[in-house]
């Protein structure tokens, strides 16, 4: 399985900014996806996750502020970004499983996701 992160960069605050995950040996269509990040000296924490089924959960800093999305078509998920703020700034990482149990309870339940990207750098300043 690879995940390739995409579109991160620079964004005055206030500003917009979408990033995508190309999945290649996994479905964005079963199992799960979702996004965490980590800013320097900051334990990493789960931001969007988005299931088969579409369902959609995010993590109370980002509501309403950020959407995660899939596109079956081209193995990808999205993570647009709206209204950023200066403590949104963090390295992006992509994330899929196929697992019941973690799919389930989602990046709230804290497991471990099977596959990670490489991470996309958000900046905002």
């Known amino acids: 399985v690879q995940l390739v992160e995409s579109g991160g960069g620079s964004v005055q605050p206030g500003g917009s900014l979408r990033v995508s995950c190309a999945a290649s040996g996994h479905t964005v269509s079963s199992g799960c996806m979702g996004w965490f990040r980590q800013a320097p000296g900051k334990e990493r924490e789960g931001v969007a996750g988005?299931?088969?089924?579409?369902?959609?959960s995010y993590a109370n800093v980002v509501k309403g502020r950020f959407t995660i999305s899939q596109d079956n078509a081209k193995n990808t998920v999205y993570l647009q970004m709206n209204s950023l703020k200066p403590e949104d700034t963090a390295m992006y990482y992509c994330v899929a499983d196929y697992r019941y149990f973690v799919c389930r309870g989602g990046f709230q339940a804290g497991y471990e996701y099977l596959h990670w990207g490489q991470g996309t750098q958000v900046t905002v300043s």
């Open positions: 988005i299931v088969s089924d579409g369902r959609t």
